[in-house]
């Protein structure tokens, strides 16, 4: 029995998590072409907290979020969480009954149009559309993919979300990478850093993690070739030709930005007799800061091609899909908060100290003892 009314965290307008509000909300009902998830676990993404704090400016000194189709798409109220795992309980007009009871991964994207090859104007579910922080969702039913694997938990599955991991895919083919070729994975200890991780292991290319010290010996095992230290950044180009055996790397990853992107991209050009490739840098992020100084000259007469990535596409999201199901990419959870204590979920994310590595995932109340209590992150506030 499908109830009229469910629990979910409400963004209620821009600002700190104050703004978020636990409350009793109407169920939403799956419209012709979608699908009704009940939710067990829905993975969380820096993106909440930018999008909640008014952090997407495309023009200095805004503060609101991101509208590159043109008009503003956060409203409020508006129900977060992009990464959605669940079980479908009811379908819509033209869905096939037997989706019923199935275990899925939602394809996090709010897509302009039906074209399976780009995505110029992106937008996503808890942005322009109500997301995962809620008991139930409504999506449409071909990007609520089945993960039918057993050896999966519905945490795991939601660790492995679209906007980690297909963000770090269209990294990947927006700069073309290709088997053998050395790549730098900034941030490399968050969702999408060890998703790229896995990504470059799976094309044949070779990750150079930077993070802290003390994640090295995880990010070695999740296949990086080796972790640079981040807290050494002094020397750090010493760092790269003591890893590579003194060659440059091909491209990077970056999803820092700040004052390290100058750093970043000397290391692609120190040595441009040793490349067959352009340098390519890679940005879908900016952790480290939203401005970097950097001389034009640099990047044009070295040729250093550079690509802003934020979401991807539904053919990149298909074949994520399928490397999932044949378990090729792994699941990297770090651990689990209830929906109701998303307010110290969302502390914990901003000040994780140094043991934490990958996804932390938020599971409705009612479904934590089956899917979130054995990933408790116990003592997170």
């Known amino acids: 029995m499908i109830p009229d009314t469910m ?11 104050d703004m978020l509000k636990y409350q009793e909300v109407a169920t939403p009902t799956p419209g012709p072409g979608e699908v009704l998830v009940q939710v067990t676990a829905t993975a969380k993404n820096n993106t909440d907290r930018k999008a909640r704090e008014g952090l997407y400016p495309t023009k200095k000194g805004e503060v609101k979020s991101f509208m590159m189709g043109g008009k503003p798409t956060l409203t409020f109220p508006r129900i977060q969480g992009a990464d959605i795992a669940g079980r479908v309980v009811a379908v819509g007009e033209g869905v096939d009954q037997a989706r019923v ?3 899925g991964l939602l394809d996090f994207n709010l897509y302009a149009n039906d074209r399976r090859d780009i995505n110029l104007t992106p ?8 997301g995962g922080f809620a008991e139930y969702v409504a999506v449409p039913s071909d990007q609520f993919h089945h993960i039918p694997n057993p050896e999966l938990s519905d945490a795991e599955v939601a660790s492995m979300g679209m906007c980690s991991y297909q963000t770090a895919m269209h990294m990947v083919t927006s700069a073309n990478l290709a088997a053998g070729e050395r790549v730098l994975v900034t941030g490399a200890s968050g969702g999408v850093g060890t998703a790229l991780i896995q990504l470059c292991r799976i094309i044949g290319a070779i990750p150079y993690a930077l993070s802290q010290p003390d994640k ?5 095992a999740l296949g990086a070739e080796a972790v640079l230290d981040r807290s050494n950044m002094d020397r750090f180009q010493e760092q790269v030709r003591e890893a590579t055996g003194g060659k440059p790397i091909d491209a990077v990853m970056d999803l820092v930005g700040g004052e390290m992107t100058d750093q970043f ?10 490349r067959s ?23 044009y007469l070295y040729q250093v091609q550079i690509f802003g990535v934020s979401h991807g596409t539904r053919e990149e999201a298909d074949q994520l899909v399928e490397w999932i199901r044949g378990g090729q990419l792994k699941p990297v ?18 000040n994780r100290g140094s043991n ?17 209590q054995p990933y408790e992150i116990k003592g997170g506030a």
């Open 7 to 17: 629990k979910a965290m409400v963004l209620t307008g821009h600002g700190g998590v």
């Open 101 to 103: 009871g199935q275990r």
């Open 123 to 130: 937008d996503y579910y808890g942005h322009g559309a109500d």
């Open 216 to 220: 090295a010996d995880a990010l070695l």
């Open 265 to 274: 991209i000397d290391t692609m050009i120190f040595d441009m007799n040793a």
């Open 277 to 299: 490739t352009y340098p390519r840098l890679s940005i879908a992020g900016a952790s480290g800061g939203n401005i970097s100084e950097i001389l034009w000259t640099r990047i």
């Open 333 to 350: 959870l770090h651990g689990a908060f209830k929906l109701s204590d998303l307010h110290t979920a969302e502390h914990y994310f901003v």
């Open 356 to 372: 934490y590595l990958g996804k932390i995932v938020i599971v409705p109340d009612a479904q934590w003892d089956s899917h979130g």
